[in-house]
């Protein structure tokens, strides 16, 4: 069986943790939540890095307490912190060959949030996509079409566009944060 694991609120808890440490930081920088939001829904539509987000606040805010290298290493330093750890333990024994990232994301900032994570050893491939994921989703179906392989994302929308007749091998299943003995379950299901 192989195993394709979204990064962003699956592997990472990007939402749940890192995005409350982020607006932390910058509120104790001195930039208040309801700015540091403008900035980042102005960045997000654009294609979401930190380095552009933090970028922003700089260019228009000013009396910051510290210097914009301070405040993106401050940020980023805390990411290997804020790993999914049950489902790092549930990767560790999958083993390498059967395991895959397809990320959506800009390139550069997803590479540098799973560096930063240390947990590339554990994937055969890492795939970081502008758009769809459907390409990268069934070039894996394809080249394992012997075997099942597991979709697991936490966005339904990224399932919509896949070609389960053409991939009857392929299975998703919906990350909401459920429990691993349950994720288990719908894997083997
Ligand atoms: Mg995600």
């Known amino acids: 069986?192989?195993?394709?694991?979204?990064?962003?609120?699956?592997?990472?808890?990007?939402?749940?943790?890192?995005?409350?440490?982020?607006?932390?930081?910058?509120?104790?920088?001195g930039v208040s939540h309801e700015v540091a939001l403008k900035y980042y829904n102005e960045v997000r539509d654009k294609g979401f890095s930190m380095r552009d987000f933090v970028n922003a606040i700089y260019k228009n805010e000013k009396d910051i307490k510290i210097s914009e290298e301070e405040l993106y290493k401050e940020i980023m330093h805390e990411i290997?912190?804020?790993?999914?750890?049950?489902?790092?333990?549930?990767?560790?024994?999958?083993g390498k060959e059967n395991c895959y990232i397809v990320t959506h994301g800009k390139e550069e900032y997803q590479l540098e949030k799973i560096d930063r994570t240390?947990?590339?050893?554990?994937f055969c491939e890492i795939i970081v996509v502008q758009d769809s994921k459907k390409q990268s989703i069934e070039n894996i179906c394809a080249k394992n079409n012997t075997e099942k392989v597991v979709?697991?994302?936490?966005?339904?929308?990224?399932?919509?566009?896949?070609?389960?007749?053409?991939?009857?091998n392929?299975?998703?299943?919906?990350?909401?944060?459920?429990?691993?003995?349950?994720?288990?379950?719908?894997i083997n299901s």
């Open 118 to 122: 240390s947990i590339a050893p554990l």
């Open 170 to 186: 392929l299975k998703t299943i919906l990350y909401t944060g459920q429990d691993i003995e349950t994720l288990r379950r719908e």
């Open 151 to 168: 979709f697991v994302d936490d966005k339904e929308k990224r399932f919509k566009d896949l070609d389960f007749e053409k991939f009857p």
């Open 80 to 94: 290997k912190n804020f790993i999914n750890q049950d489902l790092l333990n549930l990767i560790k024994g999958i």
């Open 1 to 29: 069986m192989k195993y394709i694991f979204d990064f962003d609120d699956v592997l990472f808890l990007n939402t749940a943790k890192f995005k409350k440490h982020m607006y932390t930081c910058i509120e104790k920088a």
